[in-house]
């Protein structure tokens, strides 16, 4: 399977009952993760994480697949390459 280059961007709602599940989910993908990089929005009271991630079609979908089905957690993602 071709391997692809993607952004990934994650905002989160509910910081208590979704960033464990976050961070577990991207713990199990972390050897496609080539980049991460996260940021409180306090004026709106979300956490934004950005993510440059190198793996195939199936592998990306499925990151982004579970992280989405969290409760108060928002995911699009964009292949580039």
Not at 37 to 46: C, E, F, I
């Amino acid at each position: 399977m071709e391997k692809r280059v993607a952004v990934i961007g994650i905002v989160i709602s509910d910081r208590k009952g979704a960033a464990t599940q976050v961070n577990n989910i991207l713990a199990d993908y972390g050897d496609i993760i080539v980049g991460r990089m996260g940021l409180p929005y306090q004026d709106r009271g979300l956490n934004i994480i950005s993510l440059i991630v190198d793996g195939t079609n199936d592998q990306i979908g499925a990151l982004a697949g579970k992280v989405g089905n969290i409760h108060g957690v928002k995911v699009k993602s964009m292949v580039t390459t």
